[in-house]
């Protein structure tokens, strides 16, 4: 019941803090659901929570002014992000205590990023697959 309460206060936390970030961040829904799944991930209780969310904030608007600044270029972007990477793990590390939660960040990260890309080619496929069957019509 203590870990519901954290995790619905921490939602309700971030969609505040996201509604006063930039229009190309994550939705409040995607976001909420991203803080939810990492916080079960890196067993985060409410001491960690205020140490590491800030610093993730940040890690994550670094990341996206590095992707933004580096669209057409996708070698230089994995060069700057790897760099944006370990500078944070020092920070994570601080946040959370040990180095294998702090490698841990970046892992939930990705399995959360591959589980929504998975989400959203299957939806897409869903509706492709209902707009193809509305626009068949049975020939008599």
Do not use: H
Not at 54 to 69: G, M, Q
């Amino acid at each position: 019941m203590k870990k519901n309460v954290l995790i619905l206060f921490l939602v309700i936390s971030v969609s505040t803090y996201a509604q006063q970030q930039p229009n190309n961040s994550p939705s409040p829904n995607l976001q909420g659901l991203k803080i939810a799944y990492m916080t079960k991930e890196l067993n985060l209780s409410s001491e960690d929570a205020q140490k590491f969310w800030p610093v993730y904030f940040s890690y994550t608007d670094e990341i996206a002014v590095c992707r933004k600044e580096n669209k057409d270029d996708v070698i230089l972007f994995d060069e700057r992000s790897l760099a944006i990477r370990k500078k944070y793990v020092v920070e994570f590390k601080t946040a959370l205590g040990t180095e294998s939660r702090a490698n841990k960040v970046f892992v939930a990260e990705r399995i959360f990023g591959n589980f929504i890309k998975k989400e959203v080619e299957n939806r897409q496929k869903m509706k492709a697959a209902k707009q193809q069957s509305g626009n068949s019509k049975p020939t008599q």
